[in-house]
């Protein structure tokens, strides 16, 4: 059978003024552990492709997974544009400018099933030896898959991306409620263990099962790597282009001002080797670079695909993403907060009387957009003296994160990956912790 | 962790016209599936084939950012042998023999102590919703000007900067077959819409929307001017609303808060794959414990036909049934798939639930409520001196003890009237405490589906009902400032 994203391509390109085949193909495999026992091995194949089309000044666009018939694909795409947007940008060609970004590691496609299966044993062990009252779970994954992005201004780039990931989740259930605490981590080369996250998981605990009495006050808070996303996602969604454009970003038109503490940096960063989300181009072919979103408090970018930027009349920042099945739009990378001068024990031990939050509940519930968080800190530690007291409980905090991040009094040299964010602990100042009663 | 998604989710994934295709092969495909659940050697195999399609449109402000459709087309085999499960799902429906072995090899690699599943009587059947307006009989051009229209009413106004109208129909077909010899086609057709409204005032941005969406047909968009002008002017008005101060108080919920709270605060709680491995919540989770107040029902029904949460039967091929969770304030019932039915010796409920053919099916709610009470809304509004209304949902989070949910829209109640209005609204509680709680339940039951869903396990969105009366909760905290 013939290559089906190029007999698409061929197809589409012979009928409309422009096209683009978006495909991706792999496989990835999986072993689950639930509540203390192996549970079951999953076996995943994927393929599907996505097809966007110019036609008559307009772009159309369809997706399936469904390849016995491609001509219903181009049919689709060519109602699709019927309707479609003016597209305000060209196709990128073939480009000299893709960056040398390692994001395959063959050896990701040995580990087997029974390597797995034998990491997350190990695993379960620690977590018995530790308590037999604890609920033990674990997914542990390898992914590979091949990206595909050819168009008519004869772009044809493909590149391999592999990836293995790992879940840990610990509960118990005891005179002192629900504990639960949950670690990941996600590299494109294989690893050997989990029993790394495992420990940081069977750490948190050992010090969640003394609850600490809470009452409403205001208070610093250290915000671990885990729990700083609370502060970054309205952040990030007012630096998409697509809001900028809208008009709902809080933060549009003020590129070059300064929006929180001078020690909060923000890149966007798609070639750091083997990270989750590398890549030499975004999914619309633009060749990826480290991008500066905010800079020592100052805005510095959005983050634009080809037609935001066109219609901002701004240039593309490579951050055109998709899945096959969906148009690309703007959005982030890798993301990766700058280090800190602070030790993040230290940052504790100047704590009087403070909150470490670690996990939250409701995350992205309330008014993200102009900045606000409203979440349920379902780990998180009371500290007095510099020392953990333990943990609270049943309490909500709140706030604006451009208020809080004016407030910074810490930020951690320790940095953690969790997923495709790489992320110090930041400690903030004055926020309301709202307790029962 | 589990939740409930508002605005920000999609629709849910998959669906087809190519009906007419398929059901030609129809013959071929029960034939088929069955010889494969036939061939493999193991305790149970069950094979599912999934084809769909569905129809977006979606504006943004002033652009049609999306319009068109998408297909899609996939299966899986699910193996267990020796108390080991073994999952395998692919595009390329002719590698299905491939991959039943590459499941059994799985399953025998992950086997343990024996599993067992609960019994069921082979089905054989078939189920095709049939709405009033088939999405499928109407153009493309009609939905996009559908969309169009409700978009420039909720642009007239000025201080809306800008908008959100997304429009989702699809079809799923889902073909199903087990070792047992139960072998069943269902076809789901889901429609609907969703507007958003955002006033923007300097660094003041408020967004308001409504959403509908079930199993009834095309008739679900249509006559939607009003919603536009309430969404229009609620977002407005919450430019000058002031953010509640934090603090602990009564709220009485409308009917769609309910339904996201008996959602979070019990009726994942209720799913029993949280329960039958865990010695400790088993012995909380007794059947005859009691939760709330005499007036305080809950039921979890799929049998509700046109409801989001509607199935004929789940994707272990079980009917789906109505199950009381709570009767009276007592615990009486959970929510079951197979496997954690015969753990805990109780009968099947038919929960058993996946997003797509990329998953096994997992325990998951159908149509979750509340049963009415007595009282109108005025009498509860009168009956509450000092506290909070809450109205709308924009999402919802449990982690099976703590669950929060937030409200779109929220007054003061002062001395039995409504009084100041407030915003960022997010309410907490304790899925163990919060129940009892409800001291006094409405007679205004209404259930709410939507774009959006439940997410559990990685699987979102799954289409799900949820709802309700206003009723009123004690001692909620909220996280305002």
Known sequence: MADPAEQILEEAARRFDGAEVYLSSGETRSVDFENNRLKRLTARQFRGVGLRVFAQGRIGFASTTDLRDPGRLVEMAAESARFGEEPRFD?????????????????????????????????????????????????ISTRLATERILNSSGLDLQYVKTDMAATVEVKEIGGGGLLEVYEFKSWGRPFDSISDITRRA???????????????????????PKAVGNLLEPILLALNGKHVYKGSSVLAGRIGERIVDERITILDDATIPYAPDSAPADSEGVPTRPLALVQGGELKSYVLDLQTAGLLGLETTGSGYRSYASRPSPSFSNTVLKAGPDAYDDMVAGLERGVIVDQTLGSGQSNILAGEFSVNVSLAFLVEGGKIQGRLKDCMVAGNVYELLSKVEGVSCERQWLGSDYLPAICVSGIKLAAQG | MSDRRGPSAVAPSCIARRSVETRREEGTVREKLLNICQSVPADFVEVRVHEGSSTSVDYAGKELEDIGERTGLGGCVRVLKDGGWGFTTFNDLSEMEKFAGLALRQAELAGGEAIALAPVEPQTGAYRSSPEIDPADVSLSDKQQLCHSYNQMLLADRRVRTSVVRYRDSVSIRFYANSEGTYLEQQYGFCGLMVVA???DGANVQRAYESTGDLRGYGNVLGMEEDCDRVKKRAVDLLDAEPIEAGTYSVIVDPKLCGVFVHEAFGHLSEADHVYENPRLREIMQPGRRFGEDFLSINDDGTLVGEAGFVAYDDEGVPAQCTPLIKDGVLVGRLHNRETAAKMHEEPTGNARAISHTFPPIVRMTNTYLEPGELSFEELLQDTEDGIYAIGMLGGQTDMEMFTFSAEEAYRIRGGKLAEKLREVVLTGNVFKTLADIDAVGRDVKLHGGLGGCGKAGQSPLRVGDGGPHCRIRNVVIGGR
């Open chain 2, 198 to 200: 955002i006033a923007v």
């Open chain 1, 91 to 139: 196709l990128p060609g073939p480009s000299e400018q893709f960056p040398d970004v390692p994001t395959e590691e063959p050896a990701v496609g040995d580990v087997s099933p029974g390597k797995m299966v034998e990491m997350g044993r190990e695993g379960l062990e620690m977590s018995i030896a530790a308590s037999q009252e604890y609920l033990f779970s674990s997914d």
């Open chain 1, 202 to 224: 069977l750490k948190a605990m050992e010090k969640g099962r003394v609850i600490a009495p809470a009452r409403s006050e205001v208070m610093p808070m250290i915000f671990t």
